[in-house]
Each structure stands twice: as C-alpha cells, then as structure tokens.
C-alpha cells in the first residue's frame, strides 16, 4: 500500500543507519493519512496478534495500541518501558485525565481519536505534534479515501485489480478545501506543519518602492507515523526534541542488551546442563560396559573350570578302643585336678598367709 500511496516524496525519503527508508510526503494530510490507513487496516493485536487493523469503528486499549506499534517481536517489559508508560503520561496530558491501560478508545469519535493521535504521535517524534486540529481531521478523510479505493482493488489481500482513485479527491483538496477551510486562513506554519518560507524582497532597480515577490508556499512536514505505518520526514532538529529522542534510544539499547544478555546466558545454561547430561551418561555407559565385561570375564572362567567333584560322605565309625581309654583317663585326671584346688582354696581360707603372692 505504501508503493500506491497517492502523495508520496520521493525526493525527501531518508535513510537510517539499518538501512531502511524513511518515507516523505508532499504534505502533512498524505502523511497523516497513510497513519491512519495503518491503523485501520494493519494495525497486528488480538490473540497472538492474527488480527489486522482496528477498522474504522474499532476501540483499541492505550495497552493493545502499545504491543501493536511495537510489533509482536518485542518483550512484554521492552513494550510496557518504551511504549505504554509514555502512552499513560501523554493520554493523560492530551485527554486532560488519567486514561486507563485497558479503557476503550473509541476511533469514531472524533475528540477521542483526535487525543490518540496526538498521543501515539507525540512518543514517535519525541516531541509535541505540530499539526493542527484541521490538518489531522483532514488527514483522516485522506486516508479513509484512500482506503476506499484500496478496498475496492482489494490491495490488502494481494489483489491485481488496477487500483482508481476515485473516492481520493486530490491533494488539495485535504490541504485546502477540506472541511471548508482555506491554509491561508491559519497560520502557515501551524497550518503546514512546518516552516513557513517568508516573501522575499526584491530591491528597487532605480529608485523605486521595493515590491515583495511572490509568496513562495510553506514547506510542508508531515507528522511521523506510528508503528509499522509509513514514517514521515523527521520534524526540524531541536535541542528539546534531540534530547528526547536520545534519551528513547538510549533506552531501546539498553533494552536490546538487556535481552542479548538473557539470551547469552540462557545459551550458556543449556551447554552446561548439556555437557552435564552428556558426562552423565558417559560415565553411566562406562560403568555399564565394565560390568558387562566383568561379567563375560566370570563367565569365561566358570566356563574353563572342571567340573566339582563332591567328596564322599563321611562315614560313621566306632571310635577305636586306645581312644576311648585315653578318653577315661583325662576324665580321671581332670577330676583330681578338681579335688586338689578344692582343698588348697580350703587352707587358704585357713590360713590366709600361706596364699600371699
């Protein structure tokens, strides 16, 4: 959609250092248009971000504004830190009150769309929108023109319908006939979004008044456009607006090194628990074939032996008669050896100083 975009400048498209272009157009209402195209249309949210766009009467939350202009790839802590705190403190500075994360806006009222787009605006350009109240509701019938042709040639879904600009009046009609109003009615540089280019004057060539050339027109510059939608010429530099766009960056890179880091370490987690698991099971695998081979090993040797032979039974036999003699007479021997140490503890008892040591 962006290659049919009526009003595209292609001489003021930009490039950033990933290489990327910044789109230009002719004029802050094509710019704002194409925003809210995206918005309509492109817009990703709902369950795992499958739906497009919010459509015209759609009532998106400052919470799902947040994750679709930061895309699906970014962390639910990137998204609250970079999109949605800003998003609260400019609701609340644009709405005139505090706006809740989960609060519907509804698209088709005018006042509310008109504090969102100042709001979703005022994050991109790091600074507060120059346009006019004029200029954005004009832009807005830009862009829904715009997607009534588009619709019709089906340029969402891929279709080769040759796309007619037929609902689309022109350009100047949104610059200057929209809504009635006439650019030279407001202030120029209000009006356009820009700088105003003052009337240069001609000195007389012989003494005669000097005479002001003609007014050369405000040079336009439109709004940056949220999210994914086509982004616009960046505003004029400004030590406020460097500031603010340095001190977002700054925080983008942090966030970028914040999730390298995670990544780094989760990395590092999952060698270790692999290393871990895989010198376990090496070393179970190792003990395991050494019993393997201790086992063969004890086979191989019970394998080689002869076999046992028992003994015979013990047999049974009247012990010889020398030995039941020799038997009888330590009997004898034992019982005299109790009868005289019977009577020596006797005579000790008698006479104890016979016992001394």
């Known amino acids: 959609y962006v290659r049919e975009w009526p009003g595209l400048d292609p001489a003021g498209f930009l490039g950033d250092k990933f290489g990327d272009r910044i789109i230009a157009f002719n004029s802050a209402e094509s710019g704002l248009g194409a925003w809210w195209y995206w918005i309509v249309k492109r817009a990703k949210h709902g369950p795992q971000l499958k739906k497009a766009g919010f459509g015209l009467n759609g009532k998106p939350t400052i919470a799902i504004l947040a994750r679709a202009v930061a895309g699906p790839s970014r962390s639910a802590d990137y998204v609250r830190t970079i999109y949605l705190e800003p998003y609260r403190n400019f609701a609340e500075k644009y709405f005139g009150r505090r706006v809740g994360d989960d609060e519907p806006l509804p698209l088709d009222d005018p006042e509310t769309r008109?504090?969102?787009?100042?709001?979703?605006?005022?994050?991109?350009?790091?600074?507060?929108?120059?346009?006019?109240?004029?200029?954005?509701?004009?832009?807005?019938?830009?862009?829904?023109?715009?997607?009534?042709?588009?619709?019709?040639?089906?340029?969402?879904?891929?279709?080769?319908?040759?796309?007619?600009?037929?609902?689309?009046?022109?350009?100047?009609?949104?610059?200057?006939?929209?809504?009635?109003?006439?650019?030279?009615?407001?202030?120029?540089?209000?009006?356009?979004?820009?700088?105003?280019?003052?009337?240069?004057?001609?000195?007389?060539?012989?003494?005669?008044?000097?005479?002001?050339?003609?007014?050369?027109?405000?040079?336009?510059?439109?709004?940056?456009?949220?999210?994914?939608?086509?982004?616009?010429?960046?505003?004029?530099?400004?030590?406020?607006?460097?500031?603010?766009?340095?001190?977002?960056?700054?925080?983008?890179?942090?966030?970028?090194?914040?999730?390298?880091?995670?990544?780094?370490?989760?990395?590092?987690?999952?060698?270790?628990?692999?290393?871990?698991?895989?010198?376990?099971?090496?070393?179970?695998?190792?003990?395991l074939n050494a019993a393997r081979g201790t086992i063969a090993d004890l086979e191989r040797q019970i394998a080689a032996r002869p076999p046992a032979v028992s003994p015979p039974p013990a047999a049974t036999e009247p012990a010889p008669a020398a030995t039941q003699s020799r038997l009888?007479?330590?009997?004898?021997?034992?019982?005299?050896?109790?009868?005289?140490?019977?009577?020596?503890?006797?005579?000790?008892?008698?006479?104890?100083a016979l016992c001394k040591p």
């Not at 880091?261 to 628990?273: I, K, T, W, Y």
Request: glycine residues 8%; contains cysteine.
């Open 114 to 287: 008109w504090n969102m787009g100042r709001m979703l605006l005022r994050l991109e350009s790091g600074r507060d929108p120059v346009i006019s109240r004029k200029q954005f509701d004009c832009g807005v019938a830009y862009g829904t023109d715009v997607m009534a042709d588009f619709d019709r040639a089906d340029v969402e879904a891929g279709g080769s319908t040759p796309i007619a600009l037929t609902a689309f009046k022109g350009g100047a009609h949104y610059t200057v006939t929209c809504a009635g109003g006439q650019l030279a009615a407001l202030d120029p540089a209000a009006a356009a979004g820009g700088v105003a280019v003052p009337p240069v004057v001609t000195p007389p060539a012989s003494g005669a008044p000097a005479k002001p050339a003609a007014e050369s027109p405000p040079v336009a510059k439109p709004p940056p456009a949220a999210g994914p939608a086509p982004p616009t010429a960046a505003p004029p530099a400004t030590p406020e607006a460097d500031t603010a766009v340095l001190a977002r960056l700054s925080a983008e890179i942090e966030a970028a090194k914040a999730t390298i880091s995670q990544l780094r370490s989760a990395v590092a987690n999952e060698a270790r628990r692999a290393d871990g698991a895989d010198s376990a099971r090496k070393a179970a695998e190792s003990a």
């Open 328 to 352: 009888q007479s330590l009997e004898r021997e034992l019982s005299l050896m109790s009868e005289l140490l019977g009577e020596v503890r006797a005579r000790c008892k008698a006479e104890a």
